[in-house]
């Protein structure tokens, strides 16, 4: 996984499942809680691991989206954002392009997550 993606993955996971690292819910009366269980760095065979706690079944999860090309503007586009030289069009079909990505890999996720 790349470096830059973790926090925001993470994010996206503990809103799906309530899991957290340090923060989150300390539970109900030793029931319930939420924290601590999300950990990094742990030796998977994939990106994301999800375990069942009453029994210690589990499932990889990986996700790669690379096989799905972006629009050839898109980097183009992006740079001027970041320097702040874009033209309210650019940044319109920069969102646009963006989009359209966004869209072509909810379209083909069957090719880019893989779940063992």
């Not at 030796?43 to 990889?60: A, H, M, P, Q, Y």
């Not at 001027?80 to 890999?105: D, H, S, Y």
Request: no cysteine; aromatic share 6%.
């Amino acid at each position: 996984m790349q470096q830059g993606v973790i926090g925001v993955i993470s994010n996206v996971i503990t809103q799906i499942t309530g899991a957290t690292e340090l923060s989150g819910f300390k539970g109900l009366n030793g029931k319930f809680a939420r924290n601590n269980l999300m950990h990094f760095n742990a030796d998977i065979d994939g990106e994301i691991e999800f375990k069942r706690l009453d029994n210690g079944k589990s499932v990889t999860v990986s996700y790669d989206p690379s096989s799905i090309q972006g629009n050839p503007k898109q980097k183009e586009l992006m740079m001027k954002l970041m320097q702040g030289v874009a033209t309210p069009l650019e940044a319109i079909k920069f969102g646009k392009i963006w989009q359209e990505r966004v869209e072509n890999i909810f379209k083909r996720a069957n090719e880019v997550i893989t779940i063992k």
